[in-house]
């Protein structure tokens, strides 16, 4: 999940994407939820709720505002989102190697 623009930051309103992959089925994450202001502060609440690490970066989450919900990420995008997930897998073997549960939990 990646947010960006955070009200104090900018005074724009927050904005926030949601991706998913799975890999036997999508050749690319997915964009399964995608909005701005109160929409951007519950798909980053549920997240939060769910364990699912959130990662911010403004430019990345327009980017993915723009695509229409559950089609893959354009080829233009995949460094992009190679660096987020990058980042969650790190965050998943820090919590590994200190004896934690999974952050993902499943997703």
């Given at each position: 999940?990646?947010?960006?623009n955070?009200?104090?930051?900018?005074?724009?309103?927050?904005?926030?994407?949601?991706?998913?992959?799975?890999?036997?089925?999508?050749?690319?994450?997915?964009?399964?939820?995608?909005?701005?202001?109160?929409?951007?502060?519950?798909?980053?609440?549920?997240?939060r709720?769910?364990?699912?690490?959130?990662?911010?970066?403004?430019?990345?989450?327009e980017?993915?505002?723009?695509?229409?919900?559950?089609?893959e990420?354009?080829?233009?995008?995949?460094?992009?989102?190679?660096?987020?997930?990058?980042?969650?897998?790190?965050?998943?073997?820090?919590?590994?190697?200190?004896?934690?549960?999974?952050?993902?939990?499943?997703?």
């Amino acid at each position: 999940m990646t947010a960006g623009n955070a009200p104090e930051e900018s005074g724009r309103r927050r904005a926030a994407a949601a991706l998913r992959y799975d890999e036997s089925r999508d050749n690319a994450p997915r964009v399964v939820a995608s909005g701005r202001g109160v929409v951007a502060e519950n798909i980053i609440r549920r997240a939060r709720e769910a364990g699912i690490p959130v990662h911010e970066d403004a430019e990345l989450v327009e980017a993915l505002c723009r695509l229409r919900l559950d089609t893959e990420i354009p080829p233009e995008l995949y460094l992009a989102v190679a660096q987020v997930l990058a980042f969650i897998f790190r965050l998943e073997a820090g919590a590994k190697a200190s004896g934690e549960n999974s952050l993902l939990r499943g997703y």
